[in-house]
């Protein structure tokens, strides 16, 4: 995990693995968003994917576009199916109904998308309003969830407002604008009930100087003071013309006077370029190549890094000013006006990501459908201001007459390591740019970190609750189990799915009394947290959870088990039931999920009675065992009993810890487990006879705790607790438990 300077990072990781909110993650240029993207997606523990407005921007991501994620058509979108107006379009206009008629989703990603639990959106300044809404209408028909905004999906905002806007063409916002009050995403229909939670990221990273910082922050904010304008134009040198070492880079607002500008410095050097060629496989889309397919360079060429150094010594950074020392068939080598070492430049593979169900551990994973290798370099005399969002630069000449958005100017300058290293082309002419009033009234709803801080415990209750309930409400799969048997709707004599039917019906007929007793668990539970709040009777709680975890693990056991036998005699024929195989398949899914709902619940209340984070880490990591896969799937050899969704070794790991004479707490310190959860790994060895119950609790109060069981007559811990009066803690009376179990088996 990242070591974050700022508080505001960590709370921003408390909502998204704590809370179902959404979240605005925002902050000055250079503080750290990028660096929270991929850290939360390496340590969430939900299923996560990771996509952004525009091509180049889900590169950078190393995620994919909005567009592609879910199938949408190019043009605007109104969330209602009535006309807007009377007058004629001249461009493509979306509805409701016209993305629900159009919309042609193979199965494998419906059923991607409805496992799907937390979307990541950056650079979200660019993201519409109204491709939002689409976005919100798609989930809500992909997962049959049509009364829950997004489809019950968390979204994770990640961009700064006042950098560069959504584009919205003024014939489309003739139209929008009868539904909307502004093209920036929050503006959405889908956030008018409840915004996003708003966090802004504070520490700077970039910048040290803290003049230069509250330039930039007065300009980002438009509070520009006369002293401000003063200072920057201190840095005014019309006709600067650099020396070919010294590392300026000019920054410009459009594509075409960059490249003539590169073109004509690089004219200059003698001698012919050499050209390297970009290696490209698999799918990936010319226009979002992150360079230029062939780099033409000469020996004495100012070029830029565009991505970190990867060997993590630092040698360069993205946005690294050098120059070029050596060429040849093999490598480049990029020299620096500060003297540092040479760099032999490496060919860096940026990959094309895709996302699919993985059905080996029923998650989202990344899958890479396409590469290009190309050398992390680009001519660099020059550069646009929107092709150096994200970058850093010592040196730079700014260009800023032709700005022509407010966040243009914030952009150019934020890019600058420091005042020293600014030259303005001409002088700063401060004019007031329009804002967006709704953009300030959002701005306007941030709250300080004290008062984020006092909403997240209940959030996170609210959270919980939801998610223990869901586990055990299995009407889902009960509707998915009808909706399968439904689909055997052809002659037998046409169909040879047609012959399955009885086998359908009857893991139907068997889910039903699954269904009865998870209803009866799910009432229980809206008492506990009626009665006792979730965070009162945390305790009880859990132990109800994990009793339950008991009872529907052998269950759905069983029912995988039956699923995977039927897939391996299909995966015996040889035709005519490849879709039929991947209907079970799903099904395989959907069943085994629904255990995962029950380990993810569980391990949820555990790090959160601990005040812990659940992160991807703390989930069980194995399984089922899939039909084909090891030496118990040969046809006629015996299967041991896979448990859905079980960490095989866990509890065998705290026996070896405890055995070796580790306490319960230094057992959960090494394993960054909660204390609870140890002793539920002990009480299970209790039970099985591996430990004596008298190394963990003394013969009189066993013998003591006994009687009470028996004359309660009652299996459960609360009782006993309260019978003695918080005399005996949970842990002691859940290792007489497992010791009264153990003595029963005997």
């Known amino acids: ?23 605005f993650l925002t902050g000055r240029a250079g503080t750290g968003k990028t660096t929270f993207l991929h850290d939360i997606r390496r340590r969430t523990h939900k299923n996560t994917i990771v996509a952004a407005p525009t091509g ?52 494998t990603k419906r059923n991607m998308l409805r496992k799907l639990e937390l979307l990541i959106i950056d650079e979200v300044s660019m993201l519409r309003a109204d491709l939002l809404d689409a976005i919100d209408a798609v989930l809500r028909l992909v997962r049959r969830r049509r009364d829950e905004v997004f489809g019950g999906v968390q979204i994770l905002f990640i961009g700064d407002l006042q950098q560069l806007p959504p584009v919205v063409k003024n014939n489309e916002w003739q ?18 009930q409840k915004s996003p939670v708003y966090i802004e990221l504070s520490h700077i990273y970039r910048q040290s100087d803290e003049t230069f910082i509250s330039v930039l922050n007065h300009l980002r904010d438009g509070r520009l003071t006369d002293a401000d304008i003063e200072r920057l134009n201190r840095c005014c040198r019309p006709g600067f013309a650099p020396e070919a070492d010294e590392g300026y880079v000019y920054l410009t607002t459009h594509n075409r006077r960059a490249d003539r500008i590169n073109q004509a410095e690089l004219e200059k050097l003698p001698g012919k370029p050499f050209e390297y060629n970009a290696r490209v496989k698999g799918t990936f889309d010319a226009r979002t190549y992150p360079v230029e397919p062939v780099l033409a360079l000469k020996k004495g060429a100012q070029v830029m890094f565009i991505k970190n150094d990867p060997t993590g010594e630092h040698r360069f950074f993205n946005g690294r000013i050098g120059f070029v020392e050596k060429l040849d068939a093999e490598g480049i080598k990029v020299g620096f006006s500060d003297q540092s070492p040479p760099v032999w430049v490496e060919p860096h593979t940026w990959e094309n990501k895709r996302y699919a169900l993985n059905k080996e551990t029923n998650e989202i994973a990344e899958k890479t459908v396409g590469t290009f290798v190309h050398f992390p370099l680009k001519l660099a ?28 100017v914030y952009v150019a300058l934020s890019r600058l390591t420091s005042l020293e290293g600014l030259v303005l082309t001409s002088p700063f002419r401060f004019r007031q740019m329009d804002r967006d009033p709704a953009l300030d009234a959002f701005v306007g709803q941030k709250k300080d970190p004290e008062d984020l801080e006092q909403s997240l415990h209940p959030a996170c209750l609210d959270y919980l609750a939801r998610t223990v309930r869901d586990a ?15 689909t055997y709707t052809k002659d037998a004599a046409h169909s040879k799915k047609q012959a399955h039917l009885d086998w359908a019906r009857s893991l139907q007929a068997d889910l039903g009394p699954v269904r009865e007793v998870g209803g ?38 069983g029912l995988c088990e039956r699923i995977r036998r039927h897939l391996s005699e299909l995966k015996t024929q040889k ?102 959860t140890i002793e539920g790994h002990l009480a299970h060895w209790i039970e099985q006879g591996e430990i004596a119950a008298t190394d963990l609790v003394s013969k009189m109060d066993l013998d003591e705790i006994s009687k009470a069981f028996k004359e309660l007559q009652t299996p459960y811990l609360k009782p006993i607790h309260e019978f003695f009066s918080g005399r005996h803690d949970y842990a002691t009376l859940k290792f007489a438990a497992a010791f009264l179990a153990q003595q029963n088996k005997a």
Not at 90 to 106: A, C, G, I, V, Y
Not at 176 to 188: D, H, Q, R, V
Request: aromatic share 10%.
């Open 381 to 408: 005399w020059a550069i646009t201001i929107h092709k150096s969002q994200g970058l850093t630069f010592d040196r730079a000449v700014i260009d800023v007459d032709g700005a022509f958005a407010a966040g243009q």
């Open 56 to 107: 180049i921007a889900a590169i950078n991501a190393e995620g994919v576009t909005l567009h592609s994620l879910f199938q949408l058509p190019f043009g605007a979108f109104i969330p209602e199916d009535r006309p807007p107006g009377d007058s004629a379009l001249d461009f493509e206009l979306n509805t409701p109904q016209s993305l629900r008629r159009n919309l042609k989703m193979h199965t």
């Open 575 to 676: 035709t005519g039931l490849k879709k039929y195989i991947t209907e079970i398949e799903t099904l395989d899914q959907q069943f085994s999920g629904q255990f995962q709902k029950i380990e993810k619940a569980a391990a949820l209340i555990n790090t959160f009675g601990g005040g812990k984070e659940l992160t991807k880490a703390d989930l069980p990591s194995a399984q089922p065992e899939k039909p084909g896969s090891g030496s118990s799937a040969k046809a006629g050899a015996p299967k041991n009993k896979p448990k859905p969704g079980k960490k095989t070794d866990t509890k065998t790991l705290t026996l070896q810890l405890y055995r070796q004479g580790k306490t319960v707490d230094e057992i959960a310190e090494d394993r960054s487990l909660h204390p609870r």
């Open 472 to 486: 055990f409400d299995f009407s889902g799969l009960v509707r998915e189990m009808d909706f399968h048997v439904r």
């Open 520 to 557: 009866k668990f799910v009432r229980q539970l809206d008492r506990i947290l009626a009665d006792d709040g979730a965070d009162g009777g945390l305790d009880y709680l859990a132990q109800r959870v994990e009793a339950a975890k008991g009872y529907f693990e052998p269950v759905f056991t």
């Open 175 to 192: 139209v929008l604008n009868e539904f909307y009050t502004t093209p920036f995403f929050f503006g959405a229909r889908a956030l008018q």
């Open 1 to 23: 995990m990242v070591e974050w300077k700022d508080k505001a990072a960590h709370l921003a990781s408390k909502y998204i693995n704590g809370t179902g909110c959404h979240v």
